[in-house]
């Protein structure tokens, strides 16, 4: 059964960094693009980053561009992203999703797998 686990949300100062991890189990990790997307209360899910299955390509939003960074470790099945220099408007549910195919798209509804969601607070 596929399945996504996240790591490491939490709560952060202005400035302050956090890096999340997403684990990969049950499918041929290799073969599917990766994204992360974010939600905060009242808004629209919204697309973060992602990341071609070869690694060889990447995607921001222009709000997050020059500040996070995905990568994926094929052979761990885990897909990261480093966040730095983290504002108050970062403060949101993160989410990474997964689907077969060679890149990613920006999207959520055509993702077939997500992790469960961890918390990222960043204080003013």
């Known amino acids: 059964q596929a399945q996504l686990v996240e790591f490491g949300g939490g709560l952060v100062q202005a400035g302050g960094s956090l890096r999340l991890s997403c684990a990969a189990s049950?499918?041929?990790?290799?073969?599917?693009?990766m994204a992360w997307f974010r939600q905060a209360p009242g808004e629209e899910r919204e697309f973060v980053a992602g990341?071609?299955?070869?690694?060889?390509?990447?995607n921001y939003v222009d709000s997050v561009k020059g500040r996070f960074t995905i990568s994926r470790d094929i052979a761990k099945n885990t897909v990261y992203l480093q966040m730095n220099s983290l504002k108050p408007e970062d403060t949101a549910v993160y989410y990474c999703?997964?689907?077969?195919?060679?890149?990613?798209?920006?999207?959520?509804?055509?993702?077939?797998?997500w992790g469960q969601g961890t918390q990222v607070t960043v204080s003013s």
């Open positions: 999703a997964a689907r077969p195919g060679a890149v990613e798209v920006t999207t959520w509804e055509v993702y077939d797998h």
């Open positions: 049950g499918i041929p990790f290799s073969r599917y693009a």
């Open positions: 990341i071609t299955w070869s690694g060889d390509s990447t």
